[in-house]
């Protein structure tokens, strides 16, 4: 049994229709405080004009999301894509300390319906048919979303089989 797999999986996040209107919004709004400006040459709108192109720029970052998924070492590394070019680590799981993986609608994960747990979706925040999306139940205080790929999935339950189920 080979425990030392390498799997990747890169899973697009749905595009926020908040942050698409926020930065069509801020870019309109920086556009016009530009012109004005221009034209009256006052320094108000030109302080709005900055602020309102940040805004702007930080709309776009967050408007496009990608996950990138990484089993290695009995390690489960989460990365979030901001906009394909700004990379950032949002967790690293071990698979020592995981409770339970099972599919997100599973009776599997019954027993941890009513606890307090932090939640943390690193998924596309949309119900597929079929529902791709997994539960990690992680060291019983952390409920993670995650959508892995079936290979993801073979690698994890070949280095703990008691607790991941493919129901």
């Known amino acids: 049994m080979n425990d030392n797999n390498y799997v990747e999986c890169l899973v ?33 709108f030109i302080i709005l004009f900055v602020v309102l192109a940040v805004a702007a720029y930080f ?11 990484l089993y290695c070492d009995h390690e489960i590394s989460v990365d ?23 599919p997100i609608k599973s009776y599997h994960l019954d027993e941890y319906k009513n606890k307090t747990l932090k939640n943390l979706d690193f998924s596309t925040g949309e119900e597929k048919q079929p529902d791709t999306r997994f539960v990690m139940i992680y060291d019983g205080r952390e409920k993670i979303v ?13 280095v703990a089989p008691r607790k991941v189920f493919k129901d």
Not at 94 to 102: N, V
Not at 147 to 152: A, G, T
């Open 59 to 69: 709309a776009n970052m967050n408007a496009d999301i990608e996950y990138e998924y």
């Open 80 to 102: 979030k894509i901001l906009n394909k070019s700004r990379r950032k680590n949002v967790g690293k799981f071990e698979t020592e300390r995981m409770d339970i993986l099972a």
């Open 146 to 158: 995650f959508e892995p790929n079936e290979e993801m999935v073979e690698a994890i339950k070949n």
């Open 12 to 44: 697009k996040g749905k595009a926020s229709v908040l942050m698409k209107f926020l930065k069509i919004l801020a870019i309109m709004l920086a556009a016009a405080c530009f012109l004005l400006s221009m034209i009256s040459a006052n320094l108000l």
